[in-house]
């Protein structure tokens, strides 16, 4: 007996869905030019991963501004966070990170002190951070723009603080106490930046075969997974807590939102969209509790 078309046309759809997912290889930095019209002249970046446990991917941008964009004076850089809505000066993000001194932020940079063209191109970010000089106010810059609003000073902190532990660079460390080892990290990824914009070593190239990765049926619906059940429970969290705030009696079917998990799971073997999805995602799941 031969099968039924419906059922045949639904195996269909699941293996189109089901179709290896090509990714560049996580916790390497690349280096991109990136071409006009946009404001960035150069880019450096990396998907973090984490060997051990459940945390998704996690990116991170340094970007190279062409000159006079903002209204500035060089070619600023700046760092793209996660959970941060805007790009934060490197110097403030090292002075986050407990590096506080001019002097001592160049040193994670140039390796050489003595090498002036590059010392030359970090003037414009000197300039840029001579604003903050305290890793108290470097906190709260980088806390007052993150996704989450409306914080007080301390929750401000204490958000920023856990953006800095477990959402930047994760797989250098998530353990308190980790700072020195991811501004050493951070100051890398700029100095890799910078010999690109000084042409003395080559772009990376997207398509190199060697910096690509497979992920497949099993590991792909293991992260999706993952991130709608993450995503569950972070709705379970909000609805008790607004019981809690209103007095309210907590009610399990109302705070269960019971498709969250099937029609997250519908939508990517549908249409084989992975990535898009769990991007839209952990937006909407929010960055860290305050």
Request: net charge positive.
């Amino acid at each position: 007996m031969s099968p039924r078309p419906g059922r045949l046309l639904h195996h269909q759809w699941i293996r189109e869905g089901l179709n290896r997912q090509e990714r560049m290889a996580g916790n390497h930095v690349y280096v991109f030019a990136k071409a006009q019209p946009s404001p960035v002249s150069f880019l450096s970046e990396i998907r973090s991963a984490v060997e051990k446990g459940g945390k998704t991917i996690s990116t991170m941008q340094v970007k190279m501004f062409h000159r006079n964009q903002d209204k500035t004076l060089g070619n600023v850089i700046r760092a793209s966070l996660p959970y941060i809505k805007n790009d934060i000066p490197i110097w403030v993000v090292f002075r986050a990170l407990g590096v506080t001194s001019d002097r001592d932020i160049l040193e994670h940079i140039c390796y050489d002190m003595q090498d002036s063209q590059m010392v030359e191109m970090l003037k414009p970010c000197i300039d840029e951070g001579f604003v903050i000089q305290e890793r108290i106010h470097a906190l709260d810059f980088i806390g007052s723009r993150g996704t989450t609003t409306g914080l007080n000073k301390e929750k401000r902190l204490r958000y920023a603080q856990e953006i800095l532990q477990k959402e930047m660079l994760p797989h250098i460390s998530m353990a308190e106490g980790s700072e020195t080892k991811k501004a050493f990290f951070f100051g890398y990824m700029i100095h890799r930046l910078l010999l690109a914009a000084l042409e003395r070593r080559e772009l990376d190239d997207r398509d190199h075969f060697g910096k690509k990765r497979l992920d497949l049926a099993g590991p792909l619906l293991a992260s999706l997974f993952r991130m709608l059940f993450r995503k569950l429970t972070k709705d379970v969290y909000r609805y008790l807590q607004k019981c809690v705030e209103s007095n309210r009696e907590f009610q399990l079917r109302l705070a269960v939102k019971a498709n969250t998990i099937t029609n997250g799971l519908k939508y990517s073997l549908a249409t084989g969209n992975w990535g898009d999805q769990k991007k839209s995602m952990s937006a909407k799941a929010g960055g860290p509790k305050c």
